[in-house]
């Protein structure tokens, strides 16, 4: 069971949804600690209530992001967190252009902080609306923020993971037309790209930088790849009219 989620947690569109949604919610559980602090100390006590949704606000705000970002960095950019199963996999792709490069944790951090600043006035509208009514209803300021962003949470995060598989669908879709153009004049002897991961038993991906843990050892990788890539030459081979070798290929410089 614990595999089984360590591979799901390792899709991009499942980590950045769980790391956001695990931000949100921890960035609401303690700014009602701090809301339930102030009015100890009866600092809320009489206060309007927009300064009350205003504090609110600029306390969420604050958690969110760094917890957020905490995540993400954790989740898809720590040094050493990738198995050396799956830094084979990287590194093949990278060798025979079968995925789009990977991007770095500034980018890729500021790509998913911009579409949710676009969500933004629907996640806050959502959230400053329903406290509002709580507050209106008698609620202790304190208990209003935690039903009021997590509504919000919940629908743009409903709003978000479309707009993330589209965004990476059409990263993966611009990356393959360009490799296929510089290539253009050797089409012959370009393999279908996606039939080369698969032929290698490498995960499937839905989008650009989609990383599914992979659990086969190494050497299994490497076999899988070795395969794949004799089955590149022989398909080379074949559309420039070179016969097969019959006999042994003798090792490279650094064979045995």
């Known amino acids: 069971m614990l595999s089984w989620c360590a591979r799901q947690y390792a899709r991009r569109i499942v980590n950045v949804n769980v790391n956001i949604a695990l931000a949100g919610l921890s960035a609401i559980v303690l700014t009602t600690g701090v809301l339930k602090l102030l009015n100890a100390w009866h600092l809320l006590e009489g206060q309007p209530k927009w300064l009350i949704v205003g504090i609110t606000f600029a306390l969420d705000l604050i958690f969110d992001l760094v917890i957020a970002v905490g995540l993400h960095w954790l989740a898809s950019?720590?040094?050493?967190?990738?198995?050396?199963?799956?830094?084979?996999?990287?590194?093949?792709?990278?060798?025979?252009?079968?995925?789009?490069?990977?991007?770095?944790?500034?980018?890729?951090?500021?790509?998913?902080?911009?579409?949710?600043?676009?969500?933004?006035?629907?996640?806050?509208?959502?959230a400053w609306g329903v406290q509002w009514w709580l507050l209106h209803e008698g609620v202790r300021a304190e208990w209003t923020a935690l039903p009021a962003y997590a509504s919000a949470v919940l629908l743009t995060r409903g709003l978000h993971t479309p707009w993330l598989l589209y965004s990476n669908r059409?990263?993966?879709?611009?990356?393959?037309?360009?490799?296929?153009?510089?290539?253009?004049?050797?089409?012959?002897?370009?393999?279908?790209?996606?039939?080369?991961?698969?032929?290698?038993?490498?995960?499937?991906?839905?989008?650009?930088?989609?990383?599914?843990?992979?659990?086969?050892?190494?050497?299994?990788?490497?076999?899988?790849?070795?395969?794949?890539?004799?089955?590149?030459?022989?398909?080379?081979?074949?559309?420039?009219?070179?016969?097969?070798?019959s006999g042994p290929v003798p090792p490279g410089p650094g064979g045995a």
């Open 77 to 126: 950019h720590m040094p050493g967190r990738l198995s050396a199963a799956r830094r084979v996999v990287d590194a093949a792709d990278r060798v025979i252009d079968a995925a789009p490069p990977s991007i770095s944790f500034i980018k890729d951090a500021t790509t998913i902080q911009f579409q949710r600043l676009c969500l933004s006035p629907i996640f806050y509208a959502t």
């Open 170 to 245: 059409k990263v993966w879709e611009q990356w393959e037309a360009a490799t296929r153009a510089r290539n253009a004049n050797n089409l012959a002897i370009v393999p279908n790209l996606r039939d080369l991961r698969n032929s290698a038993h490498l995960p499937s991906r839905n989008g650009a930088m989609e990383r599914a843990d992979l659990q086969a050892p190494v050497p299994q990788v490497q076999a899988g790849l070795a395969g794949a890539a004799q089955g590149v030459v022989e398909r080379s081979r074949g559309a420039a009219g070179v016969p097969k070798p």
